[in-house]
């Protein structure tokens, strides 16, 4: 039998007695600063990051800058195309060249008797500017391009306009010139002196930057030169249908070099057209195709010439003509290209090239033309009109 004081029982803890440790507060640690090291990787991360970001603002400039070429470029040759059209600039009888001072001895006579049907290079500019700097130099017009005057219809003429319509005595003047083919859009302006002052045009001499200027090349339809299925070639004074290419150019180097050739443009042998046909492809360049002119001899210059240089979205023109007297010519923009190769190639985007019926040989070769600051070019088909005005074209 359990007694009173055998039972258990079990004390609450709020009734034990308080110990004297109990009544201290155990203290919080203090937050540590950073270390000299956190501090350094710290600013090492943010120099790194500025440094990023002002890398970006050159690339941003060059970026927009090209934009506004590219903005520019589209508007003037759209204007270019219009003036031609306007202008009635692939009526033949606004053409003028320079014949009868190289070894063919070409006249414009020549040129209607074999029906005109080959590309031709309206470059008023080009002519006017070159012809001075080589008159200076006591050389000869450099309007011929490219090839071996012995080979027949190997080479192109440099047009300008006539100074009068239909009247092929003398060539069109400088002024009048730059009027059409300088695109006067990219205006000049005063810079102001304060922050109270605005931008203004300038109102003496040239009040455009003459950055930009265009030219064209215009290749008779095959609506006007086929001879197959019964059809003959249309006289030239019969053409109705060309098509045009108006040729885009920023700050366009018109200069010559001691031997009366452009600085600015080249011309070579097209060896090779293997990989060449839907949508463009890879030509290739013989090491002894380059012919950048005629010499005043009537001669050529076999080799690589100084100013021979082709990058990534520059221009080149084609043309050729084939056994059967055809022509076909068309504008390329560069892909990529290795002129320092013992075989130089160029990869080119743009229109297909029928390499069956204008292949590349010694006695027909295809050739390039390349002309430096070309940033654009714009095709059109146009069709000449007559009426009681200019009285058709005969």
Same mark, same amino acid.
Request: charged letters at 15%; proline letters at 6%; a negative charge.
């Given at each position: 039998?359990?007694?009173?004081?055998?039972?258990?029982?079990?004390?609450?803890?709020?009734?034990?007695?308080?110990?004297?440790?109990?009544?201290?507060?155990?203290?919080?640690?203090?937050?540590?600063?950073?270390?000299?090291?956190?501090?350094?990787?710290?600013?090492?991360?943010?120099?790194?990051?500025?440094?990023?970001?002002?890398?970006?603002?050159?690339?941003?400039?060059?970026?927009?800058?090209?934009?506004?070429?590219?903005?520019?470029?589209?508007?003037?040759?759209?204007?270019?195309?219009?003036?031609?059209?306007?202008?009635?600039?692939?009526?033949?009888?606004?053409?003028?060249?320079?014949?009868?001072?190289?070894?063919?001895?070409?006249?414009? =006579?020549?040129? =209607?008797?074999?029906?005109?049907?080959?590309?031709?290079?309206?470059?008023?500019?080009?002519?006017?500017?070159?012809?001075?700097?080589?008159?200076?130099?006591?050389?000869?017009?450099?309007?011929?391009?490219?090839?071996?005057?012995?080979?027949?219809?190997?080479?192109?003429?440099?047009?300008?306009?006539?100074?009068?319509?239909?009247?092929?005595?003398?060539?069109?003047?400088?002024?009048?010139?730059?009027?059409?083919?300088?695109?006067?859009?990219?205006?000049? *302006?005063?810079?102001?002196?304060?922050?109270?002052?605005?931008?203004?045009?300038?109102?003496?001499?040239?009040?455009?930057?003459?950055?930009?200027?265009?030219?064209?090349?215009?290749?008779?339809?095959? %609506?006007?030169?086929?001879?197959?299925?019964?059809?003959?070639?249309?006289?030239?004074?019969?053409?109705?249908?060309?098509?045009?290419?108006?040729?885009?150019?920023?700050?366009?180097?018109?200069?010559?070099?001691?031997?009366?050739?452009?600085?600015?443009?080249?011309?070579?042998?097209?060896?090779?057209? =293997?990989?060449?046909?839907? @949508?463009? @492809?890879?030509?290739?360049?013989?090491?002894?195709? *380059?012919?950048?002119?005629?010499?005043?001899?009537?001669?050529?210059?076999?080799?690589?010439? %100084?100013?021979?240089?082709?990058?990534?979205?520059?221009?080149?023109?084609?043309?050729?003509?084939?056994?059967?007297? %055809?022509?076909?010519?068309?504008?390329?923009?560069?892909?990529?290209?290795?002129?320092?190769?013992?075989?130089?190639?160029?990869?080119?985007?743009?229109?297909?090239?029928?390499?069956?019926?204008?292949?590349?040989?010694?006695?027909?070769?295809?050739?390039?033309?390349?002309?430096? @600051?070309?940033?654009?070019?714009?095709?059109?088909?146009?069709?000449?009109?007559?009426?009681?005005? *200019?009285?058709?074209?005969?």
């Amino acid at each position: 039998m359990k007694t009173k004081s055998d039972s258990s029982f079990i004390l609450h803890p709020s009734s034990l007695p308080m110990r004297p440790y109990a009544l201290r507060s155990t203290p919080h640690a203090l937050p540590g600063g950073m270390s000299l090291l956190e501090v350094l990787i710290a600013m090492g991360v943010l120099t790194l990051g500025l440094l990023g970001i002002l890398s970006v603002i050159p690339l941003a400039q060059y970026s927009l800058r090209e934009t506004n070429k590219s903005d520019a470029a589209i508007t003037c040759g759209r204007s270019a195309l219009s003036e031609i059209k306007i202008r009635r600039l692939a009526d033949f009888r606004w053409w003028y060249w320079q014949g009868g001072n190289w070894a063919t001895g070409e006249t414009y =006579a020549n040129q =209607a008797a074999s029906l005109l049907s080959h590309p031709v290079i309206l470059d008023p500019l080009g002519f006017t500017k070159l012809n001075a700097a080589a008159t200076a130099l006591g050389r000869n017009n450099p309007d011929l391009l490219g090839g071996d005057p012995g080979v027949a219809n190997g080479y192109l003429y440099r047009y300008t306009l006539a100074s009068v319509f239909n009247n092929r005595a003398t060539a069109m003047a400088i002024t009048p010139v730059q009027a059409i083919f300088d695109w006067r859009d990219d205006l000049a *302006f005063q810079p102001p002196q304060s922050k109270d002052e605005r931008p203004t045009v300038f109102t003496s001499g040239l009040n455009y930057d003459g950055n930009y200027s265009w030219f064209a090349t215009l290749m008779p339809s095959t %609506e006007d030169t086929a001879t197959g299925g019964g059809l003959t070639v249309l006289p030239v004074g019969s053409r109705r249908i060309f098509d045009v290419s108006t040729v885009v150019c920023y700050k366009r180097d018109f200069s010559v070099d001691a031997d009366a050739c452009p600085v600015g443009e080249w011309t070579a042998n097209v060896s090779s057209v =293997a990989g060449f046909g839907y @949508g463009g @492809g890879t030509i290739g360049l013989g090491a002894a195709s *380059f012919a950048p002119y005629l010499t005043n001899s009537g001669g050529t210059d076999a080799a690589l010439p %100084e100013q021979a240089t082709l990058r990534e979205n520059n221009w080149v023109m084609l043309w050729a003509r084939n056994a059967a007297g %055809e022509y076909c010519s068309h504008w390329y923009r560069v892909i990529n290209a290795d002129l320092e190769s013992t075989t130089p190639t160029a990869t080119l985007e743009g229109p297909d090239w029928d390499a069956t019926r204008w292949p590349t040989s010694a006695a027909n070769p295809i050739r390039m033309w390349v002309v430096k @600051g070309v940033i654009g070019v714009y095709n059109s088909r146009i069709e000449l009109d007559a009426d009681s005005i *200019f009285g058709g074209q005969q």
